[in-house]
């Protein structure tokens, strides 16, 4: 168990915590009426339930490695409020965020291929309403990842993990970091690929499911979208990678199922004004094959601060996606 999950589990942290809590509600005039309620601890982040005088509240306590995620939530809700979690308040420095209670995600109610495509194309209109946002989410902590210069990053972070000392967690022998470059040509095809195209940089969700999207309170309201923890601003087509995985495997299919091609059309739709679905598909596809180094990055940032037992555990999670990007055949 990490230090900060001891942390927040401790007798320390929560009088604390609702210190905090009753500051911020004061600010609007609620009452809180109960403790702070333990949802779920896990090494990502802790996340608490209050009873206030005007309904349930929800505090996020974040883990060092995504501690930006309350400031580049709440600085993206800004931009677009109602399709986004709007914080109450925010303690960037601690990583906590406290949140209204938004009611059911999808995950918690049958979806079909039909809502699937509007979740994506939800996503697909959040991205484009932040393609002017880059600045204000990068001094927010947003981990910019430009496709541009993602071919020099991995090979920057190949010789790092071949520079670790032998037995590191994290490291791989250097003849393993030469193979892994030299099998990246397909890698470097996609990233010139995605520089040259005429998407502009966006919000890469990072972790896009039905878990990440609040059941709308009407058929026709915008879908409020949450949870930015693992974003970067990259290539915002590399946000399906998530959910295509989740589907073909839902499906027991794979990526040629007219559902899943149906689910892309849905998302791709929504960038009209920089070309059609047909002409969109091959920087879907080069943005599939650069994505495993976001997820390498999102796992980096989480390790950073980690003790020794958790690197052992979760070592693992950080080297997959590397093993992916030189398999990545493209071109």
Not at 106 to 135: C, K, M, N, Y
Not at 151 to 156: F, G, H, Q, S
Not at 219 to 246: C, E, K, T, V, Y
Not at 248 to 262: E, K, L, S, V
Request: net charge negative.
């Amino acid at each position: 168990m990490a230090e900060w999950n001891m942390h927040w589990d401790s007798e320390e942290w929560r009088p604390d915590a609702e210190a905090w809590v009753d500051l911020a509600c004061a600010a609007y005039s609620l009452q809180r009426t109960g403790p702070l309620q333990p949802a779920g601890i896990g090494f990502r982040a802790a996340h608490f339930t209050a009873a206030t005088d005007h309904g349930l509240i929800f505090l996020k306590a974040l883990s060092p490695g995504q501690v930006a995620e309350a400031s580049i939530t709440a600085a993206a809700a800004t931009v677009l409020p109602d399709r986004l979690v709007m914080p109450l308040a925010i303690e960037p420095e601690r990583g906590w965020m406290l949140s209204p209670d938004y009611g059911t995600t999808f995950d918690r109610v049958e979806v079909t291929d039909e809502i699937w495509e509007r979740l994506l194309a939800e996503l697909a209109l959040l991205q484009i309403g932040l393609l002017d946002s880059g600045e204000l989410l990068f001094d927010a902590g947003i981990q910019h990842l430009d496709p541009q210069w993602l071919a020099d990053d991995l090979e920057n972070q190949l010789m790092l993990h071949a520079s670790l000392p032998p037995g590191h967690p994290l490291g791989i022998p250097a003849n393993d970091a030469e193979a892994l470059l030299r099998e990246s040509t397909g890698f470097r095809r996609a990233c010139e690929l995605l520089a040259a195209g005429p998407v502009p940089l966006s919000l890469d969700h990072g972790s896009f499911d039905r878990s990440r999207a609040f059941l709308p309170g009407s058929g026709d309201a915008m879908l409020r979208i949450l949870n930015l923890g693992d974003a970067s601003w990259g290539h915002p087509f590399a946000s399906l990678a998530h959910p295509l995985q989740r589907l073909a495997t839902g499906w027991n299919t794979d990526a040629d199922d007219p559902r899943i091609m149906r689910v892309i059309g849905a998302y791709l739709g929504q960038w009209a004004d920089f070309g059609t679905p047909d002409e969109l598909y091959p920087l879907l596809e080069a943005a599939l094959v650069v994505e495993p180094l976001h997820r390498h990055a999102t796992w980096m940032r989480l390790l950073a601060d980690a003790p020794e037992s958790d690197l052992l555990r979760f070592a693992p999670m950080a080297l997959e996606p590397l093993s992916k990007l030189a398999g990545g055949a493209f071109g």
